[in-house]
C-alpha cells in the first residue's frame, strides 16, 4: 500500500559536541534517512519557521538521502502559519521517531486536516517521570485504537504494559474509575545499514587503531556508564583472571564518557592496578560514523548490559552484519537479536526485588543529576548479575575455537539481514497501512482529548528481563573462586553504601556460606545493623554479580 503523506514530527538535529554518544540520537534520524531512502511513501512532510535553519537542514538532508528513491516528495510546513491555525497538515500518518508524544498528540488533535493515526518511538521506558509524565498522561489523553506506541523488542512492549496496568489500577483504587490505554503497542525492531555494517578487512582496520594484526581481539563499543549503560567491571574480572591462558589475547574497550559523571579515569584505574595495561586498550571519543571500521577489528562483541535503560540494543546487530559473534547479558532486547549458539552466546542473568525505597523516592533527587543517576539506574544495575563462570566459559569456546567463530560470524551476517533497515521500514509501512485502514473504519468514533502516580516499580515492570529470579530462601554458597574486593570509591557514585554491607557480610556469614549456606532471608533474620531488608538484598546480589557468592538456582552448563 502506498503511503500519500506521512507527517514526522521531528527536528534533524544540529552537529554539536553531545556529552557523550546515545544510541536514540542515531536512530532518531536513522529512521527517517531510511524512511526517504526505501518508504513506499509519496510525500515525506516536515514543519519548520521560513528562512530558518532547521528548514535549510531538512531541505539538504532530504536530497541528500533520496538519490536511492527519486519519486519521493518533500514538502515542509511554515511552522508558523501551523501554530497560528492558518494552515492544517494532511497526513495519513503522524509520526514522531522519539517519544516527544504530547508534541504529536497536540499536533495530530489540534493542526492536522483528519486526525491521522499517530505513532512514535519508545527508546527508553525507565526514567525517573515514566509514569506520571508519560504513561499516565497517554493513559488520561485518550489514545484512539488506531494510533500506535512502536516498541522496540517484546521486552520493553511487556515493560510498557505493566506501567499501562500499574497506573490505570492506580486510578481504579484512589477514584473507582476504570481507566484503560486504548491505543495499541507494535514491535518493530530498530535497523542496521547493512551497507556499511558488513564484514570488512580486519588487518588493514587494525593498523589504523593500533590494535596488534595477529591477536584475538574481544571488543566492548558503547558509552562508558555504570549508571545507564553497563558496569563493565565483571567483563574486566573475567578477562583478568583468563588472559594469561592465551598469548595474545585483548580487550578492545571503545567508546564515549559520560562527562557529566565520568566512568572512564575508575575503569583506567582499576585496569593499571591489575596489572592489565599491555592487554587492554582504550578508544576514547571514536568517530560515531566509524563504528564499523571498529567492529571490523573484532573476533568476539561483548555487551552484558544491566541497565532497565536499555530496550532493544543497537551494537550487538551491528556487530552481527559485521561478522562478529556475540556474547552478551541474557537480558532485554538481546533476547530476541542475539541467537543462542548460532550468532554467539547469551549468558544468564539474575535479579532480587530489592527496589521498594529506589521505586518511591527517586523524584526526590529529580533535579539533582547525581542522585537521580545514583537512584535511577545506578543502584538498580548493581542489583543486576551476570552469570561470570558461563561468561568465562562461553569466552573460552570462542577464543579456543577458530572454527566457531567462523561458523558464527556467517550466521550473523544471514541473521542481521533481517534488520537491514529496508526491511525495517517494510514493517513499519505494514503497520501503518494497518493503522490507516482501521482509521477509515473508526475515525467518526474519535474520542477528543481532555486536559498519587509517583515512582517506578522497577522490578515488577522489567523483572522478565532477567534469566532468573532469586527468592529470597535460596541458599547461597561461597563461589569456587574468591575475587579482590575493589576499593568503594571505584565506581565514583557517591555513598554506594550496599558495598560497605557487602563486606560486613562476607566478613560475618563467611564460614556458614562455606559450610551449609545461607538465604538472603536468613540474613536479613539476623540484621543488627539498621539497614532496610532492600539495602541487604541489594548487597547480595553485589557479592553474586562480583563473584563472590553464588546459588545453585543458575542452572546451566557449568
Not at 84 to 105: C, E, M, P, Q, Y
Request: with cysteine; aromatic share 14%.
Amino acid at each position: 500500500m502506498l503511503i500519500e503523506n506521512i507527517y514526522i514530527d521531528n527536528y534533524i538535529e544540529f552537529p554539536s559536541n553531545v556529552d557523550s554518544v546515545f544510541g536514540a540520537r542515531i536512530i532518531y534520524k536513522k529512521i527517517i534517512e531510511s524512511l526517504i531512502r526505501y518508504g513506499r511513501i509519496k510525500r515525506i512532510n516536515f514543519s519548520a519557521f521560513n528562512d530558518s535553519v532547521q528548514k535549510l537542514m531538512i531541505e539538504r538532508f532530504f536530497y541528500q538521502v533520496r538519490s536511492k528513491n527519486p519519486e519521493i516528495e518533500l514538502n515542509i510546513y511554515n511552522k508558523r502559519e501551523i501554530a497560528a491555525g492558518r494552515k492544517f497538515v494532511k497526513a495519513d500518518i503522524w509520526h514522531n521517531t522519539s517519544d516527544n508524544f504530547l508534541s504529536t498528540l497536540y499536533g495530530r488533535e489540534y493542526l492536522s486536516e483528519n486526525k491521522p493515526p499517530m505513532t512514535y518511538t519508545v527508546h527508553c521506558a525507565s526514567k525517573s517521570n515514566e509514569l506520571y509524565d508519560g504513561i499516565l498522561m497517554q493513559t488520561l489523553l485518550r489514545f484512539q485504537k488506531y494510533d500506535s506506541i512502536i516498541c522496540s523488542s517484546n521486552a520493553v512492549k511487556t515493560a510498557v504494559k505493566k506501567q499501562f496496568e500499574i497506573v490505570s489500577d492506580a486510578i481504579y483504587r484512589q477514584f473507582n474509575i476504570k481507566m484503560d490505554f486504548e491505543g495499541r503497542l507494535d514491535v518493530v525492531p530498530l535497523g542496521v545499514d547493512t551497507d556499511i555494517f558488513k564484514p570488512g578487512d580486519k588487518y588493514t582496520e587494525r593498523k589504523e587503531y593500533g590494535i596488534p594484526e595477529n591477536a584475538t581481539v574481544m571488543m566492548w563499543l558503547g558509552r562508558f556508564s555504570a549508571y545507564d549503560k553497563a558496569d563493565l567491571l565483571p567483563m574486566i574480572r573475567v578477562f583478568k583472571k583468563i588472559y594469561k591462558d592465551y598469548d595474545n589475547l585483548y580487550l578492545v574497550m571503545v567508546g564515549h564518557d559520560v562527562m557529566k559523571k565520568p566512568y572512564l579515569p575508575y575503569l583506567k584505574k582499576i585496569i593499571l592496578e591489575w596489572n592489565l595495561s599491555d592487554r587492554v586498550i582504550i578508544i576514547e571519543k571514536n568517530d560515531v560514523s566509524k563504528r564499523h571500521k571498529l567492529l571490523a577489528c573484532a573476533d568476539i562483541f561483548l555487551s552484558p548490559i544491566d541497565s532497565v535503560q536499555e530496550t532493544f540494543g543497537l551494537t550487538p546487530i551491528e556487530a552481527m552484519a559485521c561478522g562478529v559473534p556475540q556474547i552478551v547479558s541474557d537480558w532485554n532486547g538481546y533476547k530476541e537479536t542475539v541467537e543462542e549458539g548460532v550468532t554467539g552466546f547469551r549468558i544468564p542473568t539474575l535479579w532480587l526485588k530489592c527496589d521498594r525505597d529506589i521505586s518511591a523516592s527517586n523524584l526526590f533527587f529529580k533535579h539533582d543529576f547525581e542522585y537521580e543517576a545514583f537512584y535511577s539506574h545506578f543502584l538498580m544495575g548493581q542489583t543486576i548479575a551476570v552469570d561470570l563462570v558461563i561468561f568465562e566459559k562461553k569466552l573460552r569456546l570462542l577464543i579456543e575455537n577458530e572454527g566457531l567463530r567462523a561458523e558464527m560470524s556467517a550466521n550473523s551476517v544471514a541473521a542481521a539481514k533481517k534488520f537491514a533497515w529496508k526491511n525495517i521500514i517494510r514493517k513499519y509501512e505494514d503497520l501503518w497501512s494497518e493503522l490507516i485502514r482501521i482509521h477509515k473504519i473508526e475515525s467518526y468514533k474519535h474520542n477528543e482529548i481532555g486536559w498519587d502516580i509517583i515512582g517506578n516499580k522497577f522490578y515488577y515492570t522489567f523483572s522478565h528481563y532477567s534469566s532468573v529470579e532469586l527468592q529470597t530462601n535460596e541458599k547461597l554458597f561461597a563461589a569456587d573462586d574468591q575475587y579482590e574486593f575493589i576499593d568503594q570509591n571505584y565506581y565514583n557514585m557517591g555513598d554506594y553504601t550496599e558495598m560497605s554491607i557487602a563486606g560486613a557480610i562476607l566478613e560475618e556469614y563467611h564460614g556458614r556460606f562455606t559450610a551449609e549456606g545461607l538465604s538472603a532471608a536468613d540474613i536479613v533474620a539476623g540484621n543488627e545493623l539498621g539497614y532496610s531488608k532492600d539495602e541487604i538484598y541489594r548487597a547480595i546480589m553485589f557479592l553474586i554479580k562480583n563473584g563472590y557468592l553464588t546459588s545453585n538456582i543458575w542452572k546451566g552448563d557449568k
